[in-house]
């Protein structure tokens, strides 16, 4: 393929690949959690750390890295007590974190509106081999803790009272989520970006969800559409020339839509099949006895 001749485009696919694995597998674990746009929120937050690592003329990944980790942490903070005015300090972190990164943005002199573009809704093709480098070691940190922590973050995840009778460092668990996620989210910006990253993480997921009952299931199907929607969505973005991180979210949307009108006859099927176990298992009781049936004593 002419594609795959141009050394951009090999980055960019498996900038892709990586990032339609990570963003999924920590995906899961915030759906289970009911945090589904906490992904959005570390968004706005890592812009000001892509606005001061262009202020100090640094990696702008690294720096979005440590400042989306320290906002992910007080989100956690803020959500454990935080009991009556949580909604909005979550709200001026959220919004400070998107002024903050276009004001550090325009006060750099290498920032420009084109820069920030690339970071708000990705840029695909401009990842360079030193994003790369960043990219292998962000993405295995997120797949060990994802994949090897996997039954300690569902149990976590599923009911935390439970987790904590059990003997399992709850707010421990939480904190790692949390930080996995904000790494996720500075993994992903160069491929769908800061304001688009919540997406990837939540539909391949939500469309899993339409088919599958298992938590296994549900991961692995939810991976497998996080690869197709990215590939598919970089591919398509090189032959028509459009922006990858729109075309790689509605690509997800529209794979969402197709497993909501698949699960609708197989939720029947299912259904049917109980229906025709729960006959199966009926017990029949005679309408009249005879008196062979008397018991005597």
């Known amino acids: 393929m002419e594609m795959l001749s141009y050394a951009f485009m090999q980055r960019a696919l498996i900038a892709a690949l990586i990032v339609g694995i990570t963003a999924p597998a920590i995906g899961i674990y915030l759906v289970q959690r009911r945090q589904a746009l906490m992904g959005d929120g570390i968004g706005h937050v890592a812009l000001t750390g892509v606005g001061l690592g262009f202020l100090l003329n640094t990696s702008p990944v690294w720096v979005a890295t440590a400042v989306a980790v320290v906002g992910s942490v007080v989100m956690e903070l803020i959500r454990w007590y935080g009991k009556t005015r949580g ?9 400070g974190g998107m002024a903050g990164g276009v004001m550090l943005m325009n006060l750099s002199d290498a920032g420009s509106s084109a820069n920030l573009g690339t970071y708000l809704f990705g840029s695909i093709t401009t990842v360079s081999p030193q994003d790369m480098t960043t990219i292998y070691v962000l993405a295995a940190l997120v797949l060990a803790i994802t994949v090897g922590l996997r039954r300690q973050l569902f149990a976590v995840c599923q009911d ?4 904590r009778v059990t003997g399992l460092p709850v707010r421990l668990l939480n904190l790692l989520i949390a930080v996995t996620a904000a790494v996720t989210v500075t993994v992903a910006m160069r491929v769908v970006g800061l304001l688009l990253v919540s997406a990837l993480m939540v539909i391949p997921v939500a469309a899993a969800q339409q088919i599958s009952r298992s938590f296994a299931v549900t991961f692995v199907t939810a991976v497998a559409i996080g690869v197709a929607v990215t590939l598919t969505g970089t591919t398509a973005s090189y032959y028509v020339d459009v922006p990858s991180g729109a075309t790689i979210v509605l690509f997800a949307i529209a794979l969402f839509v ?8 197989l939720a029947r099927k299912r259904a049917g099949a109980a229906t025709a176990a729960e006959k199966g298992c009926t017990l029949e009781v005679p309408g009249s006895r005879t008196a062979e049936d008397d018991v005597r004593v």
């Open 258 to 265: 197709v497993f909501t009108a698949l699960a609708t006859p």
């Open 160 to 163: 935390e009272e439970f987790a």
């Open 87 to 95: 909604d909005l300090a979550l709200a001026m972190l959220f919004y």
